[in-house]
């Protein structure tokens, strides 16, 4: 889901997504990636094929709106989500940073923190900073 509102500058679906070797050149990565009003971005990869949203480049998206599924497209150790968040001036941002960050470089439970998927789907979360 898209984590603010903002517009689509750039889609890309259509690439298989049962990929899980990370070192093979197995194309580009189903991706959204979103320009949100103050400026900053967050790419959304690895998608699922034929799952993202029939909204095309140009069009808006509300904060929570379903962008796609989990897949495995583009080179890729499994089904997973990479989330990157760059603010204005394309400098990469951390998503856990904030009010919510540790001073010790760990951090406080921010919901779900990693999401394995496979015969027993398996969820971490991080109660307490490290």
């Known amino acids: 889901v898209a984590s603010a509102a903002g517009t689509i500058i750039e889609k890309f679906d259509g690439e298989f997504d049962k990929n899980c070797n990370i070192t093979a050149d197995l194309g580009e990565a189903n991706t959204i990636v979103i320009l949100h009003y103050d400026g900053s971005i967050a790419i959304y990869a690895h998608l699922k094929k034929g799952s993202t949203t029939n909204k095309e480049i140009g069009d808006t998206v509300s904060q929570g709106e379903n ?64």
């Not at 990479?82 to 400098?91: I, P, T, V």
């Not at 027993?120 to 109660?127: H, K, L």
């Open 67 to 130: 962008l796609g599924k989990v897949g495995s497209s583009g080179a890729s150790n499994g089904p997973h989500l990479h989330f990157e968040l760059f603010d204005s001036e394309f400098q990469l941002v951390d998503p856990f940073g904030g009010p919510w960050a540790c001073s010790g470089g760990g951090y406080y439970d921010t919901a779900v923190s990693w999401i394995s998927h496979g015969p027993t789907a398996t969820v971490w979360n991080i109660a307490q900073c490290s």
